[in-house]
């Protein structure tokens, strides 16, 4: 038994018209085209601008507050400094301290500890 083999139309079985179009090719100069040569470096990304210790940056922020009296706070700094000041603001990890009438700005990240004093 042979079966019975057709030879497929050369035209699609399915014919949607649409409209003609032409493709353009045009020719590349290499001049006109930037040649993307690829970067050897690495990419490093900037260190953050926060303050590391968690506490010490929650506490900073507290005391940043806007309140009716200025709370003094006793600072100590890693490098074993202490001094009694009020909090200004805090941008990042500088910090604004009114220390004896003179504005200093400090790393957040030097601060080892807060503390309350009294006025």
């Known amino acids: ?3 019975d083999v057709r030879m497929m139309p ?3 079985l399915l014919y949607i018209s649409t409209p003609t179009y032409h493709l353009v090719q045009k020719p590349i100069s290499e001049e006109s085209t930037p040649i993307n040569e690829e970067s050897t470096s690495i990419y490093e990304r900037p260190a953050p ?3 590391r210790n968690e506490l010490i940056a929650r ?3 507290f005391f ?3 309140v009716k009296q ?3 706070l006793l600072i100590v700094l890693t490098s074993g400094e202490r001094f009694i000041g009020t909090l200004l603001n805090v941008q990042g990890k500088q910090v604004k301290i009114n220390c004896y009438e003179q504005i ?3 790393d957040g ?3 080892e500890a807060i503390y309350i004093t009294k006025s």
């Open 10 to 12: 050369e035209e699609p």
């Open 49 to 51: 601008d926060v303050i």
């Open 59 to 61: 506490q900073l922020h």
């Open 1 to 3: 038994m042979k079966k």
């Open 70 to 72: 200025a709370r003094p």
């Open 104 to 106: 200093r700005l400090i």
């Open 109 to 111: 990240n030097e601060i």
């Open 64 to 66: 940043a507050r806007p």
